[in-house]
């Protein structure tokens, strides 16, 4: 599995919550994260070019994975149905690739890519807290298809 994001990690609690669930994830899943520059600043660009830059640097990190992308339009699932989600993706794919957009969001090409649209929330959250956010759930559902407590 991959996790695709766009900017900088630089809240330090945040950080080691994302060490410490990818250590967590080791005995389930490889997990790996990339991290993309930020397409712009809205204070110097049209929204549209910096969706349109933040798309070609996707569309190039992307190779044969299933992409998965996060946007508070896409569907809201429980615990049990990412798990569920996760494990019927997996065997239809070699690698499920989950992208979180930066401050501006997706272009509607990105979208229009995916195979899945997931919303974590109806509110909406900065990257960091996003992928830490999905993590959590990416090892929550690594316990619930493994047949472990996942409530705690």
């Known amino acids: 599995m991959k996790i695709v ?3 900088s990690l630089k809240t330090k609690f945040i950080k080691t919550g994302i060490e ?3 250590k967590w994830l080791k005995p ?3 997990l790996s994260l ?3 520059k930020s397409g712009g600043d809205v204070n110097r660009e049209q929204v549209e070019n910096i969706q349109k830059k933040e798309r070609e640097l996707l569309f190039k990190s992307l190779k044969s994975e299933t992409l998965i992308v996060l946007d508070e339009a896409g569907d809201d699932m429980t615990s049990v149905e ?3 989600f996760i494990e019927k993706s997996r065997i239809n ?4 690739l989950f992208a979180i957009g930066g401050y501006t969001g997706f272009h ?3 979208k229009k890519k995916a195979v899945k649209t997931i919303s974590l929330s109806k509110m909406t959250f900065t990257h960091e807290m996003a992928l830490l956010l999905l993590i959590e759930q990416i ?3 690594m316990k619930i298809l493994n047949g472990e407590k996942y409530h705690y």
């Open 28 to 30: 389930y899943e490889r």
């Open 139 to 141: 090892y929550r559902s």
């Open 34 to 36: 990339l991290e993309l």
């Open 5 to 7: 994001y766009f900017g």
């Open 20 to 22: 410490r669930y990818v």
């Open 82 to 84: 990412f798990a569920s």
């Open 108 to 110: 509607t090409d990105v």
């Open 93 to 96: 794919s070699k690698e499920l």
